[in-house]
T-cell receptor
Framework: QKEVEQDPGPLSVPEGAIVSLNCTYS??????FMWYRQYSRKGPELLMY????GNKEDGRFTAQVDKSSKYISLFIRDSQPSDSATYLC??????????FGTGTSLTVIP | DAGVIQSPRHEVTEMGQEVTLRCKPI?????LFWYRQTMMRGLELLIY????????DSGMPEDRFSAKMPNASFSTLKIQPSEPRDSAVYFC?????????????FGPGTRLLVL
């Protein structure tokens, strides 16, 4: 079993839709949860960061962590064509290594 | 800050040649990571350094791959000899660990094509 599972998509939504992206994980020691956005032919860029359980909101983006279910989500409200990218979840525990999902490809259609 | 800097951005080489990828981490970051990304496998950790010391190289595919970090501002990933299956995008990332915040910042990547 992989440490982190993420549906690769692709996901295609109309502009203005609410997007939900999810990851599950198996290691209960994970405490730090991140979402990265990667545009085509670019490096991943940090989008959201959450420590332990709970919600975090930043503009149109909301990250949720449910440690009891080992499930994290990223919601994008009022999605825009500029949100079209691959979204990678990542997580780590007290150690140094990060564990990444394989990424979900999102296209927002104008 | 200029962010993580990688060079070259693109590299095309022939099978059997030596390839050297370079990375300059963000100043003040004390951890550096090398990743490889392909469509099939996604993002794979190859090796990471803490305070210039290699900590975990279990992700390095085989002896053809080697990495060094001679000082806090520079690292190299070398492939010798290169093979077509090494074709991928190689990312370097550095980590900030301040006040409990754990994040990695990625460079733009080096696109390697081995013919």
């Amino acid at each position: 079993q992989k440490e982190v599972e993420q549906d690769p998509g692709p996901l295609s939504v109309p502009e203005g839709a609410i997007v939900s992206l999810n990851c599950t994980y198996s290691n209960s020691a994970f405490q730090y949860f991140m979402w990265y956005r990667q545009y085509s032919r670019k490096g991943p860029e940090l989008l959201m960061y959450t420590y332990s359980s709970g919600n975090k909101e930043d503009g149109r983006f909301t990250a949720q962590v449910d440690k009891s279910s080992k499930y994290i989500s990223l919601f994008i409200r009022d999605s825009q064509p500029s949100d079209s990218a691959t979204y990678l979840c990542a997580m780590s525990g007290t150690g140094n290594q990060f564990y990444f999902g394989t990424g979900t490809s999102l296209t927002v259609i104008p | 800050d200029a962010g993580v800097i990688q060079s070259p951005r693109h590299e095309v080489t022939e099978m059997g040649q030596e390839v050297t990828l370079r990375c300059k981490p963000i100043s003040g970051h004390n951890s550096l990571f090398w990743y490889r990304q392909t469509m099939m496998r996604g993002l794979e950790l190859l090796i990471y350094f803490n305070n210039n010391v290699p900590i975990d190289d279990s992700g390095m595919p085989e002896d053809r791959f080697s990495a060094k970090m001679p000082n806090a501002s520079f690292s190299t990933l070398k492939i010798q000899p290169s093979e077509p299956r090494d074709s991928a995008v190689y990312f370097c990332a550095s980590r900030q660990r301040t006040g409990g915040r754990e994040t990695q910042y990625f460079g733009p990547g080096t696109r390697l094509l081995v013919l």
